[in-house]
T-cell receptor
Framework: AQSVTQLGSHVSVSEGALVLLRCNYS??????LFWYVQYPNQGLQLLLK??????LVKGINGFEAEFKKSETSFHLTKPSAHMSDAAEYFC????????????FGKGTRLSVIA | EPEVTQTPSHQVTQMGQEVILRCVPI?????FYWYRQILGQKVEFLVS????????KSEIFDDQFSVERPDGSNFTLKIRSTKLEDSAMYFC??????????????FGNGTRLTVT
C-alpha cells in the first residue's frame, strides 16, 4: 500500500522567504508523486508531478519539487513566497500502473505574512 | 480551460435523508472519481468509475453510497441515508486515462455536505 506523510499541518513564512513543504512517501513500487494546491473555496489544482523523468520537477507559480529516492522524499519549495501562495498544499502518490487510486497526505496550510 | 463543475457548493441535510451530489466532468475525460475530505483530515478516495461501472471503491464506499452517470454529462454521488459522520467536503474528479502519470486528475471545487 502507498502512503504519504506531510510534516507540519501549518507552515508560516514571511513574504519573500523560502517556502519548504515536506512530503515523505511510502511505496513498494516506483511511484508517481504529485503536489496539489487548494485555494480557499476552490478545488484541488495540480501544481506539479513526478513521473520518473527528471528528479527535479518544476511546476506552476514558481514551485518545484525534488524526488529523492534515498530519502523517500518529495519536498515542495519556492525561493520567494508571495502573499498569493497562501493555500492548502497536498502531496499525493499513485503507482505507475494506474490500478490504484491517488492517495493524499493530510495537507499543509501555508500562511504568508507581509 | 475546461473544468470539472460541482453542484451545489453547499448542501445541508438532516440525518437519515438522501442526498445527491452532482458533477459535470470534463467532456473528453473517461474516468471519474469521488473523493471526500472530513474537516481537518486527509482527502480520501471513495470510488472510481469507468465505462458505466465502478472500477474501484474504498472501504468508505459502503452500501449507502452509489454513483451513476445518468446521461452523457453528469456524474452523481448518492448517499441514501445520511449520517452525521458523512459531513465532509466531497470532491469530484476526472481524467482522460487511468494512468495518472500522463493523465492527472482534474478536480471540481467540491460540495460541502453538512448533516445535522
Amino acid at each position: 500500500a502507498q502512503s504519504v506523510t506531510q510534516l507540519g499541518s501549518h507552515v508560516s513564512v514571511s513574504e519573500g522567504a523560502l517556502v519548504l513543504l515536506r512530503c515523505n512517501y511510502s511505496s513498494s513500487v516506483p511511484p508517481y508523486l504529485f503536489w496539489y494546491v487548494q485555494y480557499p473555496n476552490q478545488g484541488l489544482q495540480l501544481l506539479l508531478k513526478y513521473t520518473s523523468a527528471a528528479t527535479l520537477v518544476k511546476g506552476i507559480n514558481g514551485f518545484e519539487a525534488e524526488f529523492k529516492k534515498s530519502e523517500t522524499s518529495f519536498h515542495l519549495t519556492k525561493p520567494s513566497a508571495h502573499m498569493s501562495d497562501a493555500a492548502e498544499y497536498f502531496c499525493a502518490v499513485s503507482d505507475r500502473s494506474g490500478n490504484t487510486p491517488l492517495v493524499f497526505g493530510k495537507g499543509t496550510r501555508l500562511s504568508v505574512i507581509a | 480551460e475546461p473544468e470539472v463543475t460541482q453542484t451545489p457548493s453547499h448542501q445541508v441535510t438532516q440525518m437519515g435523508q438522501e442526498v445527491i451530489l452532482r458533477c459535470v466532468p470534463i467532456s473528453n475525460h473517461l474516468y471519474f472519481y469521488w473523493y471526500r475530505q472530513i474537516l481537518g483530515q486527509k482527502v480520501e478516495f471513495l470510488v472510481s468509475f469507468y465505462n458505466n461501472e465502478i472500477s474501484e471503491k474504498s472501504e468508505i464506499f459502503d452500501d449507502q453510497f452509489s454513483v451513476e452517470r445518468p446521461d452523457g454529462s453528469n456524474f452523481t454521488l448518492k448517499i441514501r441515508s445520511t449520517k452525521l459522520e458523512d459531513s465532509a467536503m466531497y470532491f469530484c474528479a476526472s481524467s482522460v486515462n487511468r494512468g495518472l502519470g500522463n493523465s492527472p486528475l482534474h478536480f471540481g471545487n467540491g460540495t460541502r455536505l453538512t448533516v445535522t
